[in-house]
């Protein structure tokens, strides 16, 4: 069974910084295409981010481009979210996800995963 440890979320003022961490254990992060969801209360989760499996590509919702940076660490065999510039609208329960797709291009659908993290509450409030 392939398990996540997340961590980094927490409460942030508008206009603050938060990272989020995910750290597989059972397996490295070689090969696999790894992403970001969040589900805000009342709402349908949402894919945020994700980067390809090849490292080739990553991809953003438009509500996040330019505010927010995916990014892994090999050596680390962790994954991140940088998230800069938040607002209110971002306050959900953050999910990080991955599959096994050694590919050059990424989804943000997330019934392309396989593998979930227990999740991590953001909330952006004054």
């Known amino acids: 069974q392939l398990q996540f440890v997340e961590s980094g979320g927490g409460l942030v003022q508008p206009g603050g910084s938060l990272r989020l961490s995910c750290a597989p254990s059972?397996?490295?992060?070689?090969?696999?295409?790894i992403g970001w969801f969040r589900q805000a209360p009342g709402k349908e989760r949402e894919g945020v981010s994700c980067?390809?499996?090849?490292?080739?590509?990553?991809n953003y919702i438009d509500s996040v481009k330019g505010r927010f940076t995916i990014s892994n660490d090999n050596a680390k065999n962790t994954w991140y979210l940088q998230m800069n510039s938040l607002k209110p609208d971002d306050t959900a329960v953050y999910y990080c996800a991955a599959d096994w797709r050694p590919d050059s291009a990424c989804s943000l659908t997330q019934g392309r995963y396989g593998f979930w993290g227990q999740g991590t509450q953001v909330i952006v409030s004054s």
């Open positions: 059972g397996f490295t992060l070689r090969d696999y295409t």
């Open positions: 980067i390809s499996g090849l490292r080739a590509t990553t």
